[in-house]
């Protein structure tokens, strides 16, 4: 059995070893574009911050899965040509063609790039593959001024790296509020964090970028920044030119439409990772969630599945975590206006609580907005932020909600209590009484 | 309609609150036998270690409860006599009797004094009450060698705070592992911990203390120990004394028998907190977990139930949280040797993994071991020891048991990741992988 796994990014990779597990004798080929493998942006801003290199970054190298686990491991590969059965692949500087039964469509995402004017400047970087440290790194050490355009997460940690190295950021976020798919209780906190650190811009569009060669200034609607870098973040958009070449059917969400099984609508062809669609657990509506977890386990799924152990992809829950500085960020499931905008009768909370007993030293505060359907009491979603604990009040919150708990049940789980590390009422059951049985 | 309430720790306080949100018309009474309201041993080692006085553990004085809450509070108040529809109290000197139509037992639970040779001395103390902190620092400050008689929770944090605060701790424990109501592997790893700051002696039973009016010298079946302080922490049993004068029935475990209701079996009686048994959520079984928050929702539970409002309290899963200098160590649900003992056919797992991406620099070590049954691959319990994010962990484990998670349920439990904070594959999701689905 020939199995073909185009991108070997977190979903390419997790299939191609379960595969590989299940079936050793089977042909196992991924064709990777870049020399990386089990690449992720999300190391980036931290290689910056704390100065390491993108060789960091890669936790197995190619040779763990060529030579551990068996797998036929093409780097520098670009698939460039895709049809029922066969690839097409150039690779050190030709062109070849392989055979496949199954394949896996894991080509991930990459950085929308606006069409501004000036965006071909020197200078104007994206985040998105290792490389893309040092690209970042050799012009940052020269600039003063620093750019970012967009509040979204690689925005904010972008904009936690260069004001931690020294650097002079302005952030330009079109929307009324930093992270703007958060509800504003959370974002004014946000925003009041980001004001120490940076110069943040919000309701700003883009006008223009100036410079020679190299980027000199951004030109807004509202006002013009001095930039010798500006790094662009204003989201993703899913790789899809090599599905539709199959005529892979895509979902409502632009990316790869899949089952529970991480199938396509074409046999025997799979996507998972950054490329593809899945379900929201709360909602059971179609959504694209391109983050490393997900991207992982529907890897998983897929090669599961091509191997023929029946397994479903539940969805996900959407859950994000991030930091600027001591802020630390998060959500899981619906905010309010999700919640409202998918017909929900809310009921909703916010508190302001510690994060330990009121005694201990290192106690911070925390604020937790959680949103739960009116009459069953079921939770939708929580939403985060605080200066300590974060991770484990959400990641909590994760749990129940994917487990379809009530206020009630929520209220009545046993966490764990001491000192040191909460208070006798955590604040993620205090949410669960002030959103009432 | 008179209430009374009989103990004003955390279940009395709980239950007394809800009582009079629900019925504020109602006469509810509390009788406290101490001058402290809501209290809790748990503080008390914190309080040694960092140097503040027991007036800091309270979060609530007693004004906020009669005055705000419109509780009446009686302070100093030993309930001495007790029958139905009557309680006989020693207060301000003299006794008076009160009548009730509905009663809640909330004792609590007092430490255990074994009989051993000498156990009078002065300066022989245990962590009970907040008071205990002004006694254990007068005779502590004074002290060179401190002696720790037990390697439970108590003991364990006490060894923290003397050793922390520059004192010569011996910890005498008879099993042969601190903490011993863990499994092996982790307790090992407790082991190494406590040796590198005190002296732990195991399988080693206390044979008497010495001294002339205070303590000097422990004797043990296999030493002698110097010793100006001994604190005994070898457990705590349920206050029942005044429940038997009612015939209220005792459970299996030894504590007052009750129902999801917090009901005992006499009419218009209830129990909660650390005198009251309840039930194990994995198991079904009666259990006696005598900690803070499950007391607080006894509380709870049982005042609504007065107050006519149907809620049941659903059990515990004995979740705890604890460390030992930078060793964060908990459980939840059950043990390897708990679950055999229960008739479990099992499935186990040890991982040791890291807290965080492996670049990002506060990444620390954490060790899991997971028990799940064999055939449908439900969870039972999980032990957790690591230098961080220990409470993160046990409490997503603790609302995956509380939800009847299976290894699956687990595994695509949809978690927070960001580089600061987890691994992409976070130490609970390898743990669900390893148990296997």
Same mark, same amino acid.
């Given at each position: 059995?020939?199995?073909?796994?185009?991108?070997?990014?977190?979903?390419?990779?997790?299939?191609?070893?379960?595969?590989?597990?299940?079936? *050793?004798?089977?042909?196992?080929?991924?064709?990777?574009?870049?020399?990386?493998?089990?690449?992720?942006?999300?190391?980036?801003?931290?290689?910056?911050?704390?100065?390491?290199?993108?060789?960091?970054?890669?936790?197995?190298?190619?040779?763990?899965?060529?030579?551990?686990?068996?797998?036929?491991?093409?780097?520098?590969?670009?698939?460039?040509?895709?049809?029922?059965?066969?690839?097409?692949?150039?690779?050190?500087? =030709?062109?070849?063609?392989?055979?496949?039964?199954?394949?896996?469509?894991?080509?991930?995402?990459? &950085?929308?790039?606006?069409?501004?004017?000036?965006?071909?400047?020197?200078?104007?970087?994206?985040?998105?593959?290792? &490389?893309?440290?040092? +690209?970042?790194?050799?012009?940052?050490?020269?600039?003063?001024?620093?750019?970012?355009? %967009?509040? %979204?997460?690689? %925005?904010?940690?972008?904009?936690?790296? /260069?004001?931690?190295?020294?650097?002079?950021?302005?952030?330009?976020?079109?929307?009324?509020?930093?992270?703007?798919?958060?509800?504003?209780?959370?974002?004014?906190?946000?925003? =009041?964090?980001?004001? +120490?650190?940076?110069?943040?811009?919000?309701?700003?569009?883009?006008?223009?970028?100036?410079?020679?060669?190299?980027?000199? =200034?951004?030109?807004?609607?509202?006002?013009?920044?001095?930039?010798?870098?500006?790094?662009?973040?204003?989201?993703?958009?899913?790789?899809?030119?090599?599905? +539709?070449?199959?005529?892979?059917?895509?979902?409502?969400? %632009?990316?790869?439409?899949?089952?529970?099984?991480?199938?396509?609508?074409?046999?025997?062809?799979?996507?998972?990772?950054?490329?593809?669609?899945?379900?929201h657990i709360v909602?059971?509506?179609?959504?694209?969630s391109?983050?490393? *977890?997900?991207?992982?386990?529907?890897?998983?799924?897929?090669?599961?599945?091509?191997?023929?152990?029946?397994?479903?992809?539940?969805?996900v829950l959407g859950t994000q975590l991030?930091?600027?500085?001591?802020?630390?960020?998060a959500k899981t499931g619906l905010t309010?206006?999700e919640?409202?905008?998918?017909?929900?009768?809310?009921? +909703?909370? /916010?508190?302001?609580?510690?994060?330990?007993?009121?005694?201990?030293?290192?106690?911070?505060?925390?604020?937790i907005k959680t949103i739960?359907?009116?009459?069953?009491?079921?939770l939708l979603g929580a939403q985060v932020?605080?200066?300590?604990?974060v991770a484990?009040r959400v990641n909590i919150f994760a749990t129940a909600i994917q487990?379809?708990?009530?206020?009630?049940?929520?209220?009545?789980?046993?966490?764990?209590?001491?000192? *040191?590390?909460?208070?006798?009422?955590?604040?993620?059951?205090?949410?669960?009484?002030?959103?009432?049985?």
């Amino acid at each position: 059995m020939k199995v073909v796994i185009i991108g070997g990014g977190a979903a390419g990779m997790a299939c191609a070893s379960r595969v590989k597990a299940l079936k *050793p004798e089977w042909d196992v080929k991924v064709f990777e574009a870049t020399s990386f493998v089990s690449h992720a942006p999300c190391g980036i801003p931290y290689a910056i911050e704390f100065g390491f290199g993108s060789e960091k970054l890669i936790y197995y190298k190619p040779e763990v899965f060529i030579e551990k686990r068996g797998i036929d491991l093409h780097m520098n590969s670009k698939v460039v040509e895709l049809e029922y059965g066969k690839v097409r692949v150039e690779e050190n500087g =030709r062109e070849r063609s392989y055979d496949w039964d199954k394949l896996l469509i894991a080509t991930g995402a990459s &950085p929308k790039l606006p069409k501004i004017e000036g965006i071909d400047l020197d200078n104007i970087l994206t985040v998105d593959l290792p &490389p893309d440290v040092e +690209k970042i790194s050799k012009v940052s050490k020269k600039a003063e001024d620093i750019v970012i355009v %967009g509040a %979204g997460y690689i %925005g904010i940690e972008m904009a936690e790296a /260069f004001s931690t190295i020294g650097k002079k950021v302005t952030v330009v976020e079109m929307e009324d509020k930093p992270l703007p798919q958060y509800d504003k209780e959370i974002t004014d906190i946000i925003k =009041r964090e980001m004001e +120490k650190y940076v110069n943040l811009r919000l309701n700003e569009r883009i006008v223009s970028f100036e410079g020679r060669d190299a980027v000199r =200034r951004v030109i807004t609607d509202k006002g013009e920044y001095p930039a010798d870098l500006v790094i662009v973040a204003v989201g993703v958009k899913p790789n899809v030119e090599l599905a +539709k070449m199959l005529d892979v059917e895509l979902g409502i969400t %632009g990316a790869i439409k899949t089952d529970e099984r991480m199938r396509t609508n074409v046999e025997n062809v799979y996507s998972a990772g950054d490329c593809a669609e899945t379900k929201h657990i709360v909602t059971g509506k179609p959504v694209w969630s391109p983050l490393a *977890p997900p991207s992982n386990k529907m890897g998983y799924v897929a090669g599961a599945n091509m191997a023929g152990i029946d397994i479903k992809f539940p969805g996900v829950l959407g859950t994000q975590l991030t930091k600027f500085h001591n802020l630390q960020i998060a959500k899981t499931g619906l905010t309010e206006k999700e919640a409202i905008e998918e017909g929900y009768d809310i009921v +909703k909370a /916010f508190i302001e609580a510690n994060t330990k007993v009121h005694y201990y030293p290192t106690s911070k505060k925390i604020y937790i907005k959680t949103i739960a359907e009116k009459n069953k009491k079921k939770l939708l979603g929580a939403q985060v932020v605080g200066y300590d604990d974060v991770a484990m009040r959400v990641n909590i919150f994760a749990t129940a909600i994917q487990a379809g708990f009530t206020t009630k049940d929520l209220f009545f789980t046993d966490l764990g209590y001491a000192p *040191p590390f909460t208070p006798i009422w955590d604040p993620v059951i205090v949410s669960a009484r002030v959103l009432r049985f």
